[in-house]
């Protein structure tokens, strides 16, 4: 197993909160990590998609009372809603007896359901981690080229050749889209999801513009934009906002959109391995949404990510804006000589933001005129890290 980056602050917030949700899509890793977890503590694990486990729980609250001294994980919660109000009773038994953190962690393979349950009756009860597919920080630099074709789902990335790796990917899309997606929202033709899904891989790192959308799919604007939010409530989509800056310019306004994973675009567009992609359209807007997702992770929960644009021309990638209101600046670019055009430094001009980087899949580390530094994607990540923990 590799060592995962946020088992440090799953560990801290079992030790701070009597239940941690730990969510993120199917086969990314929250099992193997929770198990991890149990290793260092009495623990019982529980598969809600099992049967037999399942069966266990048919009186709940008999069973979870007898296991108050050990850390009960319930994997695939969101199965069960029913249990959130019997969580909230024992939970509230357990504080009085003086027990007061490290009783539940529950897995979620989306944040939709368990949000809202656990919103209802476990409020001040709970904390919440996002575990994502395997980042660069976890598979190191020298993976950088086979993580971003193949994505960071363990199972893909690990996968004995690229052909297998593909495999493996389209049979994950299919069995979210005849299997996981009915399950977690109202029944949605399994055909139209894979044609948006396609469509938001060809739109990486497009504005989003749910009316072109909808005409190519043949449906309504609020159906479509219905669809697009379960995507990115199952946590396979991000829509990355703009920065609304008070400064006296024209802004865009509307989000980017982004497939999370490298490896599920590959796998949607049919690219197969590392050449296909250098020769690909999509080669650019991949790699910048590979280096946006790494970023994005090693920024979280302390920094919020945005990405900045005027009618001007004036653009920025990613910006991270943290609590005490400064800002960094990132242009990413797949070059090993990377140039940049004028809107990112009239964009710096417009923020002034307090570090400027320019990130780029090779190791060196330069820097250029105005306060800007050229960087690594694994050495800036790095330092994001480091930055978030500080703060």
Not at 358 to 368: A, D, N, S
Request: with cysteine; aromatic share 6%; net charge positive.
């Amino acid at each position: 197993m590799m060592k995962r980056a946020l088992e440090p602050r799953l560990l801290d917030e079992l030790a701070d909160s009597p239940a941690v949700a730990l969510l993120g899509p199917r086969q990314s890793g929250k099992t193997t990590l929770a198990l991890e977890v149990a290793k260092t503590r009495p623990s019982i694990y529980l598969d809600l998609e099992s049967p037999p486990d399942r069966a266990r729980l048919a009186e709940p609250e008999a069973f979870l009372s007898a296991h108050q001294e050990e850390l009960v994980i319930l994997d695939e919660v969101h199965r069960v809603p029913g249990l959130f109000p019997v969580l909230r009773g024992l939970i509230d038994k357990a504080r009085r007896k003086g027990k007061k953190h490290g009783l539940y962690l529950l897995l979620g393979s989306a944040g939709l359901d368990l949000l809202s349950q656990s919103g209802e009756t476990l409020a001040g009860r709970i904390s919440y981690l996002e575990l994502g597919p395997l980042q660069l920080r976890e598979t190191g630099a020298s993976s950088l080229d086979t993580l971003w074709l193949r994505g960071g789902f363990p199972d893909s990335f690990s996968a004995r050749s690229d052909a297998a790796s593909l495999r493996w990917r389209q049979n994950f899309i299919r069995t979210y889209l005849e299997r996981d997606i009915p399950m977690f929202g109202p029944r949605m033709p399994a055909e139209t999801l894979r044609r948006l899904w396609t469509m938001l891989a060809h739109l990486q790192g497009g504005l989003l513009n749910l009316a072109d959308l909808a005409r190519g799919l043949g449906i309504d604007v609020r159906t479509t934009a219905r669809y697009l939010d379960l995507l990115v409530d199952l946590l396979l989509v991000r829509r990355l906002p703009p920065w609304h800056a008070n400064v006296s310019k024209r802004l865009v306004r509307s989000p980017r959109i982004y497939v999370r994973d490298t490896g599920l675009v590959h796998a949607l567009l049919d690219i197969v391995d590392t050449d296909a992609l250098l020769g690909h359209p999509v080669v650019g807007a991949s790699f910048e949404s590979f280096a946006i997702e790494n970023m994005a992770a090693a920024a979280r929960p302390t920094a919020t990510c945005h990405f900045y644009r005027t009618s001007g021309g004036a653009e920025i990638d990613l910006l991270l804006a943290w609590p005490d209101g400064s800002l960094w600046a990132v242009e990413v670019k797949r070059s090993l000589a990377p140039t940049l055009e004028k809107g990112f430094h009239f964009a710096l001009a417009d923020l002034s933001p307090k570090r400027r980087f320019v990130v780029y899949p090779g190791k060196e580390r330069w820097p250029l005129a105005d306060g800007i530094e050229v960087v690594g994607l694994h050495e800036l990540c790095s330092e994001v890290a480091r930055a978030a923990r500080s703060r």
